[in-house]
């Protein structure tokens, strides 16, 4: 008998060190003497769910309820059991008979009000934090559930009320700063929001998941300077991490430090060399950096792991020169443009010196054709709004149609456009009804090849004598050439033939350097058509 109740003590100090297998077995021994208790099925429940050994903590729980049926602690174990297998009707049918045997433990009204957030059953869910607070005023688990209960219901107000009286009462609750934090950056509030943060990391200044999820929280909204500090720490603690070593090249990627988040990439992949982003993004930087031979070997590499990546499998064929492609795959816009969005304008305008939107000013200028408030202005591939900054004085409609929502969001900001939509241009342009006077299109003609359907249906959506003006990359033979950096250039016949063909006359044309690449200018040409009739 002694040496059974020492086995009790043996597996209670066994859990306390983590070592679950072994405390296991003094439960299981101590049950072959021993009848079984509530405590016991509790404690070894716990352990076989920790080993996903399901079963056997089911057909314990099922016993423990025969022996002990008006415990309902016992029910309530159920239903976190079926809760966490996502057996939600049954894990809610468990905690109901646990209230019937008691309605006054807090603790169940907060695991079903668990459920029911789970379940986005948001106003029950409350209900039943609610009732557990009533019963347990200084229950902090059930005040932080309620305050993520409230954020779920987009109440930013009474989750910071929650989450503040947690923390005036209890100023080492972290998760609370935590989310304090998320919610301020939501808010844009980033000062503030650092300052939780750090609150957070100096509690816990080892654990690796909330430094993580502080670094992904700062990357998600574009903080990357304030995000390295903590995934610093995190690569420090664990030297192999390579989700925070590859977050490092991303950051050191979005300030401008090429070579260094080559250094972070190619560190990744020395740890694990099938690690998919990490290949993507130093293939692109190789790409960015005409460094083809390597691009296309990392390219090759990455695409063994995702077959059927369309981005990759054009961006191949591009630096392969195949040119059978008329045109790029809407998937291969979309990534590249989302992911380049949030440092386009930093990128393009100060570092590449884009000139395309003002020499379209100049153009209409030179033309006479500055006129205010006169156009119905459709500006194809907007991206982040560059050309409506530009242009917007001079229109009364001004509407901008782009693949990538990333860009269409940085657009929305400026508050230029009168509409943004996200569709793809020929395909907006084949099934609008609206027609404008003019059209613009700067630096989007080079990701399309054949530009036949392209002509086509912008001709049904142009006014007769209305305008359209884009930028294209100059090439000196037959039609267009897909270049290895996976743009189009178009050569002058080309574009005459289909001037003629549509019935346009071109107004206006201008060889320019319309921007640098590598430090060298690249040759463009921007023109002006009217349409005939
Ligand atoms: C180089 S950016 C130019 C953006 C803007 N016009 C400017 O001058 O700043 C090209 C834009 O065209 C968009 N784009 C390219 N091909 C497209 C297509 N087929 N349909 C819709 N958008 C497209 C891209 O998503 C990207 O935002």
């Not at 404690?43 to 903590?57: C, G, R, T, V």
């Not at 290949?279 to 790409?287: F, K, R, T």
């Not at 590449?352 to 209409?364: C, G, H, I, N, R």
Request: charged letters at 20%; hydrophobic letters at 40%; one cysteine or more.
């Amino acid at each position: 008998m002694q040496d059974n109740v020492h086995e009790l003590m043996l597996a209670e100090k066994a859990i306390t060190e983590k070592d679950y297998l072994q405390a296991i077995v003094y439960y299981e021994s101590y049950l072959k003497t021993h009848l079984l208790t509530v405590e016991v099925a509790h404690n070894l429940s716990l352990l076989y769910i920790k080993i996903s050994a399901h079963e056997k903590a089911k057909s314990l729980l099922l016993q423990a309820i025969k022996l002990f049926p008006e415990t309902d602690s016992l029910y309530r174990q159920l239903g976190n059991f079926w809760k966490m297998l996502g057996e939600l009707t049954k894990a809610e049918t468990c905690y109901n008979k646990a209230l019937a045997i008691n309605n006054q433990e807090a603790s169940t009204y907060n695991n079903l009000g668990l459920l029911f957030l789970q379940k986005n059953t948001l106003l029950e869910a409350e209900r039943n934090f609610k009732q557990a607070l009533t019963l347990k005023g200084d229950y902090f688990t059930a005040m932080y559930n309620l305050a993520l209960c409230y954020k779920a219901q987009k109440d930013n107000r009474q989750t910071v009320a929650c989450l503040l009286s947690i923390i005036s009462a209890n100023p080492n609750y972290g998760q609370a700063y935590f989310l304090l934090g998320q919610i301020l950056l939501e808010e844009k509030n980033s000062q503030e929001a650092l300052q939780y943060f750090h609150r957070v990391a100096s509690l816990y200044p080892d654990d690796v998941d909330i430094l993580h999820n502080i670094t992904i929280s700062l990357l998600e909204k574009g903080y990357y300077k304030e995000a390295k500090p903590y995934c610093l720490t995190v690569a420090d603690l664990q030297p192999n991490n390579t989700i925070a070593i590859f977050n490092l090249g991303v950051i050191a990627e979005k300030m401008g430090s090429y070579a260094e988040a080559m250094n972070f990439y190619e560190h990744v992949l020395t740890i694990n060399p099938n690690y998919f982003p990490a290949l993507n993004n130093l293939a692109i930087i190789n790409l960015e950096t005409q460094n083809f031979d390597k691009a296309k070997k990392l390219f090759e590499q990455a695409l063994q792991i995702e077959p059927n990546n369309k981005s990759i499998i054009h961006t191949l064929s591009a630096i392969k020169g195949d040119q059978s492609i008329d045109c790029p795959p809407p998937e291969y816009i979309k990534t590249l443009f989302d992911q380049y969005a949030d440092h386009f304008e930093e990128h393009l305008v100060k570092g590449l010196d884009y000139q395309v939107p003002l020499l379209f000013k100049q153009m209409l200028e030179r033309n006479k054709l500055l006129l205010e408030k006169h156009y119905l202005l459709l500006d194809l591939g907007c991206g982040t709004g560059l050309v409506g900054a530009v242009l917007q004085d001079f229109a009364a409609n001004l509407v901008g149609v782009d693949l990538s929502l990333r860009m269409l969001e940085q657009a929305k900001q400026k508050n230029l456009y009168s509409q943004l939509i996200n569709d793809e241009i020929v395909h907006y342009l084949s099934t609008t009804i609206k027609q404008f006077n003019l059209i613009v299109a700067a630096d989007v003609l080079v990701y399309f090849g054949n530009l036949e359907q392209l002509f086509f249906a912008l001709k049904k959506c142009l006014m007769p004598k209305g305008y359209f003006m884009f930028s294209i990359e100059n090439y000196h033979k037959g039609e267009f050439l897909l270049q290895k950096s996976g743009r189009f250039a178009h050569s002058q016949q080309y574009i005459e033939a289909l001037i003629k063909k549509y019935d346009f006359s071109l107004r206006d044309s201008q060889l320019s350097i319309t921007r640098m690449q590598n430090n060298k200018p690249v040759a463009g040409i921007i023109l002006l058509l009217q349409r005939n009739k």
